[in-house]
């Protein structure tokens, strides 16, 4: 359990890193006048994802679910 609790906090703070990046990032596009969503780019990271899903036997569709809400969450961030 210890372990987990371990991983969790770590994935916890990888996230929260992640949205701190995507705050950046959307300040730049917003600076470049570059649309926040960029559909080809999202459909080549779910591509991605779910090889590397497949590689490490994890289920697709649970890969595909959490980076779906990781992404959503991305986006509004962005487009503060």
């Known amino acids: 359990r210890s372990q987990i609790q371990q991983i969790d906090e770590k994935m ?3 996230i929260a890193e992640r949205m ?3 705050q950046e990032l959307g300040l730049k ?3 470049l006048g570059l649309p926040v969503r960029d559909d080809k780019r999202e459909k080549i ?3 991605v994802w779910e090889e590397i899903a497949k590689k490490e036997n994890l289920n697709p569709r649970l890969i595909d679910e959490l980076w779906s809400i990781i992404l959503d969450e991305s986006i509004r961030i962005q487009s503060i």
Request: hydrophobic residues 50%.
């Open 29 to 31: 596009k917003k600076e």
């Open 20 to 22: 701190k990046l995507a």
């Open 45 to 47: 990271l779910f591509e």
């Open 12 to 14: 916890i703070k990888l």
